[in-house]
């Protein structure tokens, strides 16, 4: 239980003016509550104890300040000059104390009822919005806090804790996090409007293998089944990496190569300048889910918000 005053030694090493003034807090409050009772008894039973205890609280306080604080009767309980002194003062203590503690409830209240969600910006722009609406509307005094970010900056804001949800697709095991699947989503081929491959609704692997082929980096699951089904056709896997979907669609509108991606994607992306290419002999999905920091400690807001998600979540193709 914490004093209230310290040691007679300060942080600084100086001497405390007054030297081992030790006393506890439920005593000091307990001093108040029979005052602001005027009674031993039922300041006891305010405070769920004995009335022996709230009498033997007071005195410890009166010998370790070694004045007398309370005047006691039969009929009546009264402040001495030096409990009023002390009544004011304890007083005005405790309120600024309670004050602070106040503060730290009201924050441990708010972050209790506030979902941060990270997810990529496909994610965010499409499937996000209908989702939190509809949370909203069923939980209005939950704020829900959408951020897009690349999907290694995700991986990183769901580790450290500054986001608590993360929905995005994923590619491997990641030690430190909770992946729960959403949706599984066929991956389509996108070439450039102009490009011979463009003019067909559905075409074979073997077709696409003399193209030069991009891919976003985090790809890294469909490139290796693109490797595995290139040597099925003793063909030389060789492909380049954009960063960001942007820069990797500038690319392809260029003509000079073309790319997998999962078909809410492409159809996001679609334009008149841009085909999708179907794969008649090449199956391969895109897990979309939603992530959690393994250790982490999901509040209740998160919990129901993560339920709602894998409840309500449309895919869009």
């Known amino acids: 239980m914490a004093s209230v005053f310290p040691d007679s030694a300060n942080a600084e090493g100086a001497v405390n003016p007054l030297p081992q003034l030790r006393f506890h807090l439920p005593e000091l409050e307990t001093f108040l509550v029979v005052l602001e009772e005027r009674s031993f008894s039922r300041a006891a039973e305010r405070l769920c104890i004995s009335q022996p205890s709230v009498s033997n609280r007071v005195k410890r306080l009166e010998n370790v300040l070694r004045v007398k604080l309370i005047t006691r009767t039969t009929r009546s309980v009264e402040a001495t000059t030096d409990g009023t002194l002390l009544r004011v003062a304890a007083e005005e203590a405790l309120a600024g104390l309670y004050a602070v503690l106040q503060q730290f409830r009201d924050r441990s209240e708010a972050a209790r009822n506030r979902v941060v969600i990270a997810a990529t910006p496909m994610i965010a722009a499409t499937f996000m919005p ?115 979907l942007p820069a990797l669609m500038g690319l392809i509108d260029t003509g000079s190569c073309v790319t997998f991606l999962p078909r809410s994607m492409a159809q996001t992306n679609a334009r008149e300048s841009r085909a999708i290419v179907e794969l008649s002999d090449f199956c391969a ?33």
């Open 130 to 244: 209908h989702i939190i609406h509809s949370y909203s509307a069923t939980f209005p005094d939950v704020q829900v806090v959408l951020r897009d970010m690349p999907f290694e900056t995700l991986l990183k804001t769901i580790g450290d804790g500054s986001a608590d949800i993360g929905v995005t697709a994923l590619d491997g095991d990641y030690d430190n996090l909770l992946f729960q699947p959403l949706a599984e989503e066929p991956v389509v081929l996108v070439v450039t409007a102009r490009h011979p491959l463009a003019r067909q609704r559905e075409v074979s692997l073997e077709t696409v293998l003399p193209y030069r082929m991009i891919f976003l980096e985090r790809y890294t699951g469909l490139r290796e089944r693109l490797s595995s089904a290139f040597s099925g056709f003793g063909a030389a896997f060789e492909a380049s990496t954009a960063a960001t």
């Open 285 to 317: 999905v895109r897990s979309y889910g939603s992530i959690v920091a393994r250790k982490a400690v999901l509040t209740t807001a998160v919990q129901s918000f993560r339920d709602h998600l894998h409840r309500d979540f449309q895919p869009l193709f």
